[in-house]
């Protein structure tokens, strides 16, 4: 009776986080007459920079694979894939997305110090009489890992750091531990992202007492 509700839909968008694949082919199973598109992006660089558009076949293939596409740049966007010394990677090695075009972001307010650190000149482009030069133009560094596919999309790997999201915000693991770890009865403390299923993930926080010491744990 719900998906009888639908029959309508034409254009579904998913972003915000990864998007599984299994339940994009669930999707194509039971609302075959919509378009699945997958985007990629942030807050930092204007929500999304990429799409990918899944069919039904192609999803169950990609679901053999592993491979979880992205798809390419919109338009006015462009998209790097660098190693650690910043250089460019081929096809199929993994490395730092980092995102250039005109949906950066200033940076972070009264952050300076993480705008210099994330949002970095652009070594890539070249002034040639246009408008932006090169010493205006930019890369946001994502910290997410990606690599180029043969057929051009881009596949999301995942993060570099310990950062992830969870029902679309963004979490710094290591905050939350170094918050624990301040209770004087907290001798080590180790926070993770247990996921029991697709539709359902949290936060998990490992500790180990001081000794002598007795911890009442209390769930949120």
Do not use: M
Request: glycine share 8%.
């Amino acid at each position: 009776e719900e998906l009888t509700k639908l029959q309508y839909l034409k254009y579904v968008f998913c972003s915000g986080e990864a998007l599984p694949l299994k339940l994009a082919s669930s999707f194509h199973q039971k609302l075959s007459s919509a378009r699945l598109f997958n985007l990629y992006g942030s807050s930092e660089v204007a929500a999304d920079v990429t799409c990918y558009e899944f069919n039904f076949w192609e999803t169950r293939q990609r679901i053999l694979e592993y491979f979880n596409p992205i798809g390419k740049p919109i338009s006015n966007t462009q998209i790097y894939i660098l190693d650690k010394y910043g250089s460019l990677l081929p096809q199929g090695v993994t490395g730092e997305l980092y995102v250039g075009g005109d949906g950066l972001a200033q940076g972070y307010l009264n952050l300076p110090e993480l705008t210099q650190e994330k949002f970095i000149p652009n070594p890539f482009v070249k002034a040639n009489g246009k408008t932006k030069t090169a010493a205006q133009a930019r890369l946001y560094k994502t910290g997410d890992l990606a690599c180029w596919l043969p057929d051009g999309n881009i596949e999301f790997v995942g993060r570099i750091d310990h950062q992830v999201k969870i029902r679309g915000f963004r979490i710094e693991l290591g905050e939350i531990e170094a918050v624990v770890s301040e209770h004087p009865a907290v001798r080590e403390v180790v926070v993770l992202v247990q996921e029991d299923s697709v539709d359902f993930q949290q936060i998990v926080a490992y500790i180990v007492a001081q000794k002598e010491q007795t911890l009442t744990i209390t769930e949120l």
